[in-house]
């Protein structure tokens, strides 16, 4: 919701805009026609300015409101039909079932609207194309004035719209003409055109997990032949057939501006500002300390940016760390196990083994601590996932189908070491991804599927 209102408010001043020139073109138009002696019924009047107020948003709204690319010459473009829903179907965002949901019932209007005047005449249909032919010059103007993404997504999800409001016009046609049949099909027609994103949102309600840390899917495939080292080898045939994975309680608003309150008042100042999202919020003190609370999980982030101005402090022991986090309020769980990450990062670790598991990493610096980043869940088991074979990671790795990048996909590829790795995804499942080492040092992560 917040996400919605969010883009409303941005686009009122241009529908306001949109609303004024509509305006004026309705009177403008119907002062020619009175002068040449036509005048139009009330019911064309009002069609008149609802289709010049409607004409007039379709453009604020596709084109004067993007907010540009800094590229040379077009703009960006993607041809990759059907990512969204791939994207929708896999983890559920606000972001992008409103993103598809509204490019669909922007155009719904201009298939209604079009298809009206057309009444009985066998040439309705001709409102289809024309209404493809506007979406086509929409992406087109915005790929060449870079004032959007011309996106074969938004062409289709268009189409639809176009599609779904010239249902509804024949709907209305007939049950007016008191055709029963005619009507239940344009009625199914519309309802089919809307439903794209309803199904992709079931997809992902439907799955335990969404979209870890480690996004996997849409790389390169390795296409140069896969080895196991006999360490690799031996962990992927001796591990257990499955693992556990969990779900986490979560966070809310309040528990956020508590937290906030509570980091603050350890330094004497308080809040300053906070900005809301969807899945988290960002609060300010008056000074240089900023509280990220993210509400899956829950996962928080502390930092105090005044300490930027000294150097990494590199070498310090779990004591120190430990007393730092305390200054900051946090207690960091007994049996984590602690790693030093390089210019002054330190992360300690938490098997899930009982009811807590996650990490606390720490950037620290002569001046004291830069960010502590807060990850660890109360969790409670709801399923198992499924280990992988050998022959299950060539196939993955193949497909193109994990986490992380290879800088030559085509060359030979040695997998030295294999080891279980424990992520929270956008659901809030803490649960396995199997990690795999490779001989140049980069590290791949491949989905474990529930068992």
Known sequence: MQTFLSYMRSALPLLVVALVLGAATYFVATAVLKRRGRMLPARWKLWLFVSSVYVFALVMLLVVRGEGFSLDGYGWYSLDLFHEYRTLARSFTANAFINILMNILIFLPFGFLFALPFGESKKRWLVIPLGVLATMCVELVQFVMRSGIADVDDLFNNTLGVICGYALARLCVNIRARRALTSVACAIVALACIAPPFVAWGISAASPYGVSDYETGGRAPLTGGIEFSAEAEEFLTSAPETYSYYTTPGGTLAEARERATEFFALAGTSKDMEDLYDDSAYIRDEESKLVVYRYTGPEIKLSDSAALSSGPAPGLGEDEL????????????????????????????????????????????????????????????????????????????????????????????????????????????????????????????LDMPPA
Do not use: N
């Open 322 to 445: 430990r007393t730092l986090a305390a200054g900051w309020g946090v207690e960091i769980p007994e049996g984590a196990a602690l790693e030093e990450l390089g210019e002054g990062m330190y992360r300690f670790t938490l098997d899930p083994t009982g009811s807590l598991g996650g990490t606390v990493t720490m950037r620290v610096r002569e001046d004291g601590l830069e960010e502590l980043e807060w990850g660890v869940y109360e969790l409670t088991e709801a399923g198992r996932s499924a280990h992988l074979t050998a022959a299950e990671c060539v196939a993955a790795l193949e497909r193109g189908d994990y986490a992380g990048w290879i800088e030559e996909p085509s060359a030979p590829l040695t997998v030295v070491s294999a080891e279980i790795e424990y992520a929270l995804d956008s659901k809030g499942v803490y649960r396995p991804m199997l990690r795999l080492d490779t001989q140049s040092g980069d590290s791949l992560y």
